[in-house]
């Protein structure tokens, strides 16, 4: 009796460079997928017309600023 039901390395598609051309094709399409979706996330944020965050006033500077 066989207890040993784990797959070896050389049982695994995927070792050794034999993965399938559909496996090659779908990781770059995910990877090229998400740089365009970060470089769109990046230009938005420094292209956004938000405020930029600051704590305090004029009279009361906050975080270390001198407005002088």
Request: charged share 25%; hydrophobic share 35%; no cysteine.
């Amino acid at each position: 009796m066989n207890f040993n039901t784990e797959p070896t390395l050389e049982k695994i598609d995927d070792y050794s460079n034999r993965e399938s051309k559909e496996k090659r094709r779908a990781i770059r399409l995910i990877i090229a997928g998400i740089i365009i979706v970060g470089g769109l996330y990046a230009y938005l944020i420094a292209t956004s017309p938000m405020p930029k965050d600051y704590i305090g006033t004029p009279e009361n500077p906050g975080l270390g600023l001198n407005l002088h």
